[in-house]
C-alpha cells in the first residue's frame, strides 16, 4: 500500500530520483574497484546494488521510509557482523582478543568508542583506545572523520543510517505484532545521557574505554575478550546478558530499541548533533490532530508529551509513516512549516541512505560472497 | 616546598574532575537547583573535600611515612559514597540558600546540607594518584605545618578544574537534567558499592 502523503507517484519519476543514488552506491559499492575482480565478485557487486536501490525506490515509490529503511537497515547489521567476525578470523585465527592483541593495537576502532575518547583525548591528550591511528581497516582516524563529519550534517541520523550496530535491536523490535509491554517510562530516554557522561570521565579517569570492556552487547556479535581468568569470564557474562536482555528480549516485548533508546552512551553523544544538523523531524501543529500514533510508534522514546520530538530523535521515519495527517515531517531547519516537505524529505534521504551505503555496503558485499563461498 | 603542591594540583586536576566530577555532578543534576545554588554544592562539596586533604596531610605528617592507608578502610569508605549516591537518587536535597533562624533551627533545617560536604570529605579520603602525588609531596616537606600548606595549595589548583561543572544547571530543560542526574546516581551508586565489596 501506497502511503499517498509522500508516493512520488508514478515509476518513472521515482526511478529518476532513485537514479543519483544509484550512481552514488554503484561506486561506494565498488570499493575503489576492489569488488569487482572475478565474473563472481561482480554478480555479487550487482546483487548488492540492487537491493540498496530498490529499497532506495520503495521509499520514494511507496511513500513510507522506515519500512524499507529497517529492512536494509537490519539486513546490513547482521552481514556487518558476518563481514567483520570472518575478517578477524582471516587476520587474527579468532573473533576473540587476547592482551597481547590490545598491547599491539589490533583492535579495530568502533564508534561507540569515540564517547570515551574524546575527553581524555582533550584533558590528557591520550587516545585510550588499543587501535592504529591511520592505518588498517577501521582505523581511529578514518572513523573519526566519517562519525563527525556524518553526525554534524545528519545528527543522530547515523543512529537510523549510519551504525552497524543499530540494525540489531531495530530487528527485534519489529518482530512481534503487538508489544507484551505496553507502556515503556519515557524517562529511561535520558539513561543513556547518564552513561554517557560517566563513561566519559570513569574512561579519562581509568585511561581505559570501560563501556567497552565491560557493557557493549555488540561484542557477542563483533569480537570479545578471551576467557583466561575470572574477570575475562565476568565480562562474557556480562556481554551476553546485556545483548539478550537489551538487543533481544526487551526489544521483542516493548517493540521500542530498548538498546539505543536507553543504554548506548553513543546514542547520547549522537543526540547533541541534533542541535547542528539542519535536518530534524517536526510536528507541524496545524495539522495535528493528536492521536498520538507518532508518539507510540517511536522506537527510541523520542517523542514527549506534547507530540513533539525531542533531542534523541534519530530521524528513522517510523513517525513520520504513521502520522495520519502528514503533520509529522522531515524539515529543514530555518525554512517555513509545511512547504516543500517532499523536498525535505529528498535532501535527508541523500545523505543518510549514502551514509548507510558507505558505511556498511562494503561490509554487506563481503558477507554475500561469504555466504555464498559456504555453499 | 609548598608551592609543589600548587604544581601539582594545577598538572593534575583534569583527573579530579574525572574522578570526583561526576559526584557533584549528579548532585547538582538531580537536585536541580539554580546557578547560586549549584555553585554552593561546590563550595560545600569542596569544603568536604578540603577537610580530607587536611586530615590526609597531617595523619601523613604525624605518622612521618608510616603506612597507615588499608584496603579494608578504602573499600568501606566506597561503599559508603556508593550507598550516599544512591540516596542522593532517592532523595531531594532542600535548596541551600534555605534560611534557619536560630542556632537549632539552623542546624536541623541545614543537617541534610550536611550531605554534600560529607560526600566531598568520603570521596576525597578515598586515595587516589593526584592525593598520592601531592602526599609525597607532603611528606617531603620540612614540617607538620608545611605538609599541610602543600595539601591546601593542591586543593586549590586541583579545585579550579572544578570551576565550569555548576555550569550544567543553565540548561533549561530542568526535568531532563534531573533525571539524567538521578540516573548517573544510581549508576555511580552501583559501581562504588561493586567496587568496595570487591575491595573487602
Ligand atoms: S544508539 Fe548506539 S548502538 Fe544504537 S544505533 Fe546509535 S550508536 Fe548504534
Ligand atoms: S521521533 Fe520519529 S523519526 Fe525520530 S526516532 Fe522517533 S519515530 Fe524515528
Ligand atoms: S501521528 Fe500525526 S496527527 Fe497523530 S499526534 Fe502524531 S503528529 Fe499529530
Redesign the interface.
Known sequence: MKNKLYSTGNVLRSILLTLPMTLISMMMLSQGGQALGTLEDTCVYLAACAIYNIAFFLMLYKGEIDKWRAVVFATSAVLFSVSFMNNLIELRGSVTYSDADVLSCEIPFCHIVTTMVV?PAA??QTIIFPGSIMTGFASISAMFVIIFGSSIILGRGFCSWGCFYGGWDDAFSRVAKNPIIKKVNV?YR??S???L??MA??S??TLAPEYCSWLCPFKLVTERDAIVDTETLLKNVVMVILFLGLVVVLPLITKKRIQCATFCPMGAFESLFNKISIFHVKNNESKCIKCGKCQRSCPLLAIDSKLKPLINCSKCGKCVDACPTGAMQFHIKGTPVGTKITTARLLFLYPAYTLMVTLIGGSVVNAIKIIINLF | MTIEGLIIGLSVG??C???C??LI??VIMKNSPTPSDAYSYLGRFMAGRLMAYLAIAAVTGLMRGCQWQSAKVMAVMSIAVGVMMIVNALVKLPSYCAKGVGVKTYIRSHAPMMYVPALGFISSINICPPVIAAATASLNAPSTAQGIGTFVLFFIGSSIYMLPLPLISLFEDKE?IR???R??S???GV?FIVKGLIGL
Open positions: 575527553i584533558i590528557k524517562a535520558w539513561f545521557f547518564a552513561m557522561i560517566i570521565l570513569w579519562a579517569a | 583534569a583527573s574532575v574525572a574522578s566530577g561526576p555532578m549528579s531532563a533525571t539524567i542526574g540516573f548517573m544510581w549508576i555511580i559501581m
